[in-house]
């Protein structure tokens, strides 16, 4: 890939078109002529790989990669190139919903429109952690066209212990995931350690990864040691660090509070070596922990996400309500909820 008048080889989408762009080029750099299937000209274009913005650029973008940029005063787009005149708008690499959960119903209108939302607001890829079976047709048809919608990494149905308590259960259903064609599994929690064990054992051998909740029974070194691909809501990272581990077991996903004075900051490192180590990811979902455990009320809340006018109303209603309901049940001291 030219940039400036410097050359670099053509790597990446268009979703990752500013990671590999390099904010300096030579002053007396020539002018130079490009052709490819799209060209982005007079676009400001946001790298990603620092503050502040590149202005007046030109991208160019043939087979879906880019392969050209540069100042639009030096950079001249030749042949049957298409051109998007982007003259006070912006360029930024796609964004990865990371935790996204998809509506069930996969053929409604609802559905589609939170798909063209997904697009129209940049997100070019959405992990979904509540998959189902009607999912996939789904992603289908985005593929194909036929749906305006990011590309989907869908789950099958999750595995909580509540509902999957034996290993030959387990098993079975890593398999049927896979031979469904769903791209991860979620874990979730209250699986015990040996249902566990087998659901990573028979994922590791049937190709699928496995990310989600940490089960209290297996712990955040465990759930790194035997595999998982992320851990989702910062889970049990906050229980790593408890010294008393046959407290941490039989904690609900929302008791954590109860052993807030137990936690040692001073194993932080440890569990990001930890993870690091294990080549995990984390998805904290911040905007979950603020709206579950911040001090605001339902009301105060919904000021600040103006986001929710496009969701229906009784799903709204049902998360301030939610909230109300844990603030209430706290109190309204920041450091109390927080905990």
């Not at 051109?83 to 006070?88: I, S």
Request: charge should be negative.
């Amino acid at each position: 890939m030219r940039t400036g008048c410097r050359h670099f080889p053509q790597v990446g989408g268009i979703a990752l078109a500013a990671l590999v762009l390099m904010s300096g080029a030579c002053a007396t750099a020539p002018a130079w002529e490009e052709s490819g299937d799209t060209a982005f000209v007079n676009v400001t274009v946001l790298p990603m790989t620092g503050e502040g913005s590149l202005t007046d650029q030109t991208v160019v973008v043939t087979g879906g990669r880019i392969s050209a940029m540069g100042p639009s005063s030096e950079l001249t787009v030749v042949g049957d190139t298409q051109v998007v005149d982007g003259t006070g708008k912006y360029l930024m690499p796609g964004v990865a919903e990371m935790h996204g959960h998809y509506p069930q119903d996969a053929e409604s209108q609802f559905t589609r429109d939170i798909m063209f939302m997904y697009v129209a607001n940049g997100v070019l890829m959405v992990r979904g952690m509540q998959g189902a079976l009607q999912h996939l047709p789904l992603k289908e048809s985005i593929a194909a066209g036929e749906v305006v919608g990011p590309r989907l990494w869908v789950s099958a149905p999750m595995l909580h212990g509540r509902a999957v308590t034996e290993s030959a259960q387990a098993e079975a259903l890593v398999r049927e995931a896979a031979a469904a064609g769903f791209d991860h599994l979620k874990v979730h929690e209250e699986l015990s350690a040996e249902v566990y064990a087998t659901i990573a054992a028979t994922a590791h051998e049937v190709g699928v990864p496995f990310s989600g909740h940490v089960t209290n029974y297996v712990g955040l070194y465990g759930a790194l040691g035997q595999g998982q691909q992320t851990i989702d809501h910062l889970d049990n990272y906050l229980e790593a660090m408890v010294e008393d581990q046959d407290q941490v077991a039989e904690l609900g996903l929302f008791d954590l509070g109860r052993l807030a004075g137990q936690m040692d900051d001073s194993r932080i490192a440890e569990v990001v070596a930890a993870t690091l180590a294990a080549g995990a990811g984390v998805v904290p979902t911040m905007a979950l922990w603020e709206g579950l455990f911040g001090s605001r009320s339902g009301a105060e809340w919904l000021q600040l996400r103006p986001e929710t006018r496009y969701m229906p109303a009784p799903m709204v209603d049902g998360w301030v309500t939610s909230i109300d309901q844990r603030v209430e049940q706290f109190g309204a001291d920041p450091e109390a909820v927080a905990n």
